[in-house]
C-alpha cells in the first residue's frame, strides 16, 4: 500500500549514523525490518505466552517486562532508529533474549501478517493523537486496524490501550462501540505498583487525565 496514511511523521525520526550501524549489524534472530518481515510465527518457537508492544518508544517497558517474565516472548514494533538501537543495545546487555524487535510500520506489517489468534497481550501506549483536525485521519486506531488487531488475540486475550488526550479517548470510545468490542475503560491509575512508561510519567507530572482501554478477544 504506497499511498496508505502513516501514522506517524518523518520529520520526527532523527538520523544516526551510530544507531544506523547497530541495526544493520543487528543479530537477525532478534532484529527484523518490514521489508523482510513475512510472518509473527517466524519469530519464536511455541512460548508460554507471546505479547506485543506497539510503538514501544525507548523500550523501556519492553525490556522490564521481558526482565520480570523470562518464559514468556515479546515482541516490538518500532518505527523510529534511536529507540530500536538503545532497545537492541539493553537486549544485549542483559542477555535478553525472549525479544524480537521489527522496525517498520505497524499497518504494513499486519497486511503481510497471515497468522491469526496468536498473542495473549497486545500493547499500545499513548499513540500519536494527531491532535490538529486535519491530521486526525493519520491517527492509527481506526476501524479496521482495530479488526485486524483483534483477530491477532488468542481467547481470553487482551488489547491494552492508554491515552492522555481526552478526545482521542472520545474517538476510540465510539470506534469500540461502533464494532461492538467487548471492552473495559477507566481513568487514572488502578495499580500504583504498574511500571510507567516515559509518556505516561509526562502525562501524570502535566496532570493529564489517563484513559485505559482493555479489549477482550471477541473469539
Do not use: C
Request: net charge positive.
Amino acid at each position: 500500500m504506497k499511498n496508505s496514511i502513516k501514522s506517524y511523521s518523518k520529520a520526527r525520526s532523527r538520523f544516526s549514523i551510530k544507531n544506523k550501524k547497530i541495526l544493520s549489524s543487528a543479530d537477525e534472530n532478534i532484529f527484523f525490518r518490514e521489508d523482510n518481515f513475512r510472518d509473527f510465527k517466524n519469530l519464536f518457537d511455541n512460548p508460554s505466552k507471546l505479547n506485543l508492544e506497539i510503538g514501544f518508544g525507548d523500550g523501556k517497558y519492553l525490556v522490564k517486562q521481558a526482565l520480570s517474565n523470562p518464559k514468556e516472548l515479546f515482541i516490538g514494533i518500532e518505527v523510529f532508529e534511536s529507540g530500536l538501537a538503545n532497545t537492541y543495545k539493553r537486549i544485549l546487555e542483559l542477555e535478553l533474549f525472549n525479544i524480537r524487535l521489527i522496525q517498520g510500520d505497524i499497518k504494513e506489517i499486519l497486511l503481510k501478517n497471515k497468522s491469526q489468534k496468536l498473542f495473549d497481550l497486545i500493547s499500545i501506549f499513548f499513540p500519536d493523537p494527531w491532535p490538529k483536525s486535519k491530521h486526525k485521519k493519520r491517527r492509527l486506531l481506526k476501524n479496521n486496524f482495530l479488526i485486524n488487531l483483534e483477530s491477532l488475540l488468542k481467547k481470553q486475550g487482551q488489547i491494552i490501550i492508554k491515552t492522555d488526550w481526552q478526545d482521542y479517548a472520545e474517538e476510540i470510545t465510539d470506534t469500540l462501540d461502533n464494532l461492538n468490542f467487548k471492552y473495559i475503560q477507566s481513568s487514572g491509575r488502578s495499580d500504583t505498583k504498574e511500571f510507567i512508561t516515559k509518556y505516561e510519567e509526562i502525562a501524570l507530572k502535566a496532570k493529564r487525565e489517563i484513559t485505559k482501554f482493555q479489549i477482550h478477544s471477541i473469539n
